[in-house]
């Protein structure tokens, strides 16, 4: 979990903004797209999860490398 430590900002006395550190923000943006990555790779096995596969030997094999 990241530590955030946001200054709230009010408009008309409601909280209107959040402002983070720049490293913090950095930090969420890097979770994020992890967090996505994660999402899309859980998707891609879900599609592929019943697709035949190939063992690596026999692809060298098949390639004679």
């Known amino acids: ?5 946001p200054n ?7 909280r209107a903004f ?5 490293e913090e923000f950095k930090s969420i943006q890097t979770e994020l797209a992890e ?8 998707s891609a096995k879900s599609i592929e ?3 035949a ?3 690596l ?3 060298r094999n098949e390639l004679k490398i």
């Open 53 to 55: 596969t190939v063992s």
């Open 57 to 59: 030997s026999s692809v």
């Open 49 to 51: 999860g019943s697709s």
């Open 35 to 42: 967090f996505e990555d994660i999402k899309e790779l859980r």
């Open 18 to 22: 959040a402002v983070l550190p720049y």
């Open 8 to 14: 709230i900002l009010e408009r008309d006395g409601e």
């Open 1 to 5: 979990m990241i530590a955030l430590h």
